[in-house]
């Protein structure tokens, strides 16, 4: 058995995660040789996974590729709009990629670079996580045995949650698209990535409505301060209020964005003094409704597969967790967060002859981002074998599998903003002449 040797571009929360959970249940498999981030502190925290290895260091991307090969994979978790340049100079390389989703905010450059993966035969594995979870593996399993016969139609949802909107779609990193990600590919390609798995057909055409219509600045609480430290009038009953920072929001939320130095020297944790000091001036400190976001708070999106298979997804911010519903000529399968506190199953299947239910209770071990139920872990534990399988295209999660997602979210977008149907072939077409 052959170690693996990794590097990274882009050392932030989901590579530490990634680097983290590798060291933890494969550490003999991988060897991490090289880190690239402009940040020391968090170069400094992989490097410590490392202990035994000499880790070699870059302030960035173009500096670690201008030197010879020096690993087998690199994983890129850099921000969403600086994917493309440093997966071209990797694939060039000569490296194979771990690339954090989504492939590109750009769905040309999602193109070139699968059609790059093919011509040099390298592996893409992209981080969709949800393929590599108990509970949606269970549900592939299900739908594969053929007890819920052919399916007809999907519906699926996503609760981004609270805290999750404020913090990273309202006042974060996401919550300028034109910097980022719309937030259908930055948040819900997993989603697309797995109708798309699930159906196991191609998406033809796609519509799509929704907007950003809550966190407004005409929706703001009179008096309230462009900062929550301000002395907001409605401070104490405020979901959103950034002074939660210091109570029950301060895990995972800020150890992402706070100062590492800080945290790392409180053990994991920062003074209120220091947190209020941070307020003052961080973009998480202000007010939900006087922030410059323009990320949809609410999206709704219309699939139409092949073998008229149909499927609807909804994005909402006022809800949290996700929920799947596949009605097949059998019967119904439902799973999610609602049936969970429903029925205290993860899965019913509701059978259409006999009106037997059937139920299944999901075990999920802890490991990486929690809310990722269980993804990190199953996305780590399968690496080695995906980036050791001889045929690219048979791993789980390729960069040739996850293009699909990204046209039907691309194709979404743009439903949503022109008011119209979307052809997904007429759309490749156009993006590759």
Same mark, same amino acid.
């Given at each position: 058995?052959?170690?693996?040797?990794?590097?990274? *571009? @882009?050392?932030?929360?989901?590579?530490?995660?990634?680097?983290?959970?590798?060291?933890?249940?494969?550490?003999?498999?991988?060897?991490?040789?090289?880190?690239?981030?402009?940040? /020391?502190?968090?170069?400094?925290?992989?490097? @410590?996974?490392?202990?035994?290895?000499?880790?070699?260091?870059?302030?960035?991307?173009?500096?670690?590729?201008?030197?010879?090969?020096?690993?087998?994979?690199?994983? %890129?978790?850099?921000?969403?709009?600086?994917?493309?340049?440093?997966? $071209?100079?990797?694939?060039?390389?000569?490296?194979?990629?771990?690339?954090? /989703?989504?492939?590109?905010?750009?769905?040309?450059?999602?193109? *070139?670079?699968?059609?790059?993966?093919?011509?040099?035969?390298?592996?893409?594995?992209?981080?969709?996580?949800?393929?590599?979870?108990?509970?949606?593996?269970?549900?592939?399993?299900?739908?594969?045995? @053929?007890?819920?016969?052919?399916?007809?139609?999907?519906?699926?949802?996503?609760?981004?949650?609270?805290?999750? $909107?404020?913090?990273?779609?309202?006042?974060?990193?996401?919550?300028?698209?034109?910097?980022?990600?719309? $937030?259908?590919?930055?948040?819900?390609?997993?989603?697309?990535?797995?109708?798309?798995?699930?159906?196991?057909?191609?998406?033809?055409?796609?519509?799509?409505?929704?907007?950003?219509?809550?966190?407004?600045?005409?929706?703001?609480?009179?008096?309230?301060?462009?900062?929550? %430290?301000?002395?907001?009038?409605?401070?104490?009953?405020?979901?959103?209020?950034?002074?939660?920072?210091?109570?029950?929001?301060?895990?995972?939320?800020?150890?992402?964005?706070? !100062?590492?130095?800080?945290?790392?020297?409180?053990?994991?944790?920062?003074?209120?003094?220091?947190?209020?000091?941070?307020?003052?001036?961080?973009?998480?400190?202000?007010?939900?409704?006087?922030? !410059?976001?323009?990320?949809?708070?609410?999206?709704?999106?219309?699939?139409?597969?092949?073998?008229?298979?149909?499927?609807?997804?909804?994005?909402?911010?006022? !809800?949290?967790?996700?929920? *799947?519903?596949?009605? @097949?000529?059998?019967?119904?399968?439902?799973?999610?967060?609602?049936?969970?506190?429903?029925?205290?199953?993860?899965?019913?299947?509701?059978?259409?002859?006999?009106?037997?239910?059937?139920?299944?209770?999901?075990?999920?071990?802890?490991?990486?981002?929690?809310?990722?139920?269980?993804?990190?872990?199953?996305?780590?534990?399968?690496?080695?074998?995906?980036?050791?399988?001889?045929?690219?295209?048979?791993?789980?999660?390729?960069?040739?599998?996850?293009?699909?997602?990204?046209?039907?979210?691309?194709?979404?977008?743009?439903?949503?903003?022109?008011?119209?149907?979307?052809?997904?072939?007429?759309?490749?077409?156009? $993006?590759?002449?």
């Amino acid at each position: 058995m052959r170690t693996i040797k990794l590097a990274a *571009i @882009g050392c932030g929360n989901r590579t530490t995660v990634y680097a983290n959970l590798v060291k933890q249940i494969a550490g003999e498999k991988f060897k991490i040789t090289a880190l690239a981030d402009p940040v /020391k502190e968090r170069r400094d925290e992989i490097a @410590g996974y490392e202990k035994t290895a000499e880790i070699r260091h870059f302030d960035s991307a173009d500096e670690f590729l201008k030197q010879e090969k020096m690993a087998d994979a690199v994983i %890129i978790g850099t921000q969403d709009d600086y994917h493309f340049n440093p997966a $071209m100079g990797a694939l060039k390389k000569g490296y194979d990629i771990i690339l954090e /989703k989504p492939i590109s905010n750009n769905l040309e450059e999602v193109l *070139i670079l699968d059609r790059t993966a093919r011509e040099l035969n390298r592996k893409v594995i992209v981080c969709h996580v949800l393929r590599y979870t108990p509970f949606y593996n269970k549900v592939k399993e299900v739908i594969e045995s @053929g007890l819920i016969g052919e399916i007809v139609t999907v519906n699926a949802s996503e609760g981004v949650g609270t805290w999750h $909107m404020a913090h990273s779609f309202v006042r974060g990193k996401w919550a300028d698209t034109e910097k980022s990600s719309p $937030m259908i590919l930055a948040k819900s390609c997993h989603d697309m990535d797995i109708l798309s798995w699930l159906v196991q057909k191609k998406c033809l055409a796609v519509s799509s409505f929704g907007g950003l219509e809550f966190f407004r600045e005409q929706n703001a609480p009179p008096n309230a301060p462009f900062r929550c %430290i301000d002395g907001c009038p409605v401070a104490e009953s405020c979901q959103y209020n950034a002074l939660l920072y210091m109570n029950e929001q301060r895990v995972p939320w800020l150890s992402v964005v706070f !100062d590492p130095e800080s945290m790392k020297k409180n053990q994991g944790g920062a003074s209120d003094d220091e947190i209020r000091k941070w307020l003052e001036t961080s973009p998480w400190g202000r007010c939900v409704y006087h922030c !410059d976001n323009n990320a949809v708070d609410h999206q709704v999106v219309t699939m139409s597969f092949e073998d008229g298979i149909t499927a609807t997804f909804t994005m909402t911010a006022f !809800d949290e967790g996700r929920n *799947i519903e596949i009605c @097949g000529t059998k019967g119904t399968l439902k799973g999610g967060t609602y049936t969970q506190k429903i029925t205290s199953h993860d899965l019913v299947f509701y059978d259409n002859r006999y009106g037997k239910i059937t139920t299944w209770d999901i075990e999920v071990e802890s490991g990486g981002n929690d809310s990722h139920v269980g993804g990190d872990l199953g996305f780590v534990s399968m690496l080695y074998e995906e980036l050791t399988a001889e045929d690219p295209s048979l791993m789980r999660s390729s960069i040739h599998e996850s293009v699909e997602s990204h046209v039907m979210a691309w194709g979404a977008e743009i439903s949503r903003k022109e008011n119209r149907v979307v052809e997904l072939k007429e759309l490749v077409k156009k $993006m590759e002449l």
